[in-house]
């Protein structure tokens, strides 16, 4: 069964940078959809980025709030998910998870009722 494990959350001052982690086990992230999304206090919880893992080459989107700023990849020898946030404003505070849906037809999608497989999260602070 798959367990994802997302790490790297805590403190940070606006400018600053953060790099989150998605580790999963039980089940290799093959011809799959990555997604991370993020909720923000008092907010709905949003699609922010995800990639696509498809016959061994890779894909990936971004929302417009965070494009140019964060960047996801993949590390196939550890089956886990990387987001690199760099410029972070205090906008950027909250939950972040990842996410799994198995299959590709989609292509990408940062919908959330499209994934099936979620971590428990981790929490990023933007503030001085």
């Known amino acids: 069964q798959l367990q994802l494990v997302e790490s790297g959350g805590g403190l940070v001052q606006p400018g600053g940078s953060r790099t989150l982690s998605c580790a999963a086990s039980?089940?290799?992230?093959?011809?799959?959809?990555i997604g991370w999304f993020r909720q923000a206090p008092g907010k709905e919880r949003e699609g922010i980025s995800c990639?696509?893992?498809?016959?061994?080459?890779?894909?990936?989107q971004y929302a417009d709030s965070v494009k140019g700023r964060f960047t996801i990849s993949k590390d196939n020898a550890k089956n886990t998910v990387y987001l690199q946030l760099n410029s972070l404003k205090p906008e950027d505070t909250g939950y972040y998870y990842c996410?799994?849906?198995?299959?590709?037809?989609?292509?990408?999608?940062?919908?959330?009722?499209?994934?099936?497989?979620w971590g428990r999260g981790t929490l990023v602070t933007v503030s001085s």
């Open positions: 990639i696509t893992v498809s016959k061994g080459s890779t894909s990936t």
């Open positions: 996410a799994v849906y198995f299959g590709t037809d989609l292509g990408s999608t940062l919908r959330e009722k499209d994934y099936a497989y």
């Open positions: 039980g089940v290799s992230l093959d011809d799959c959809i």
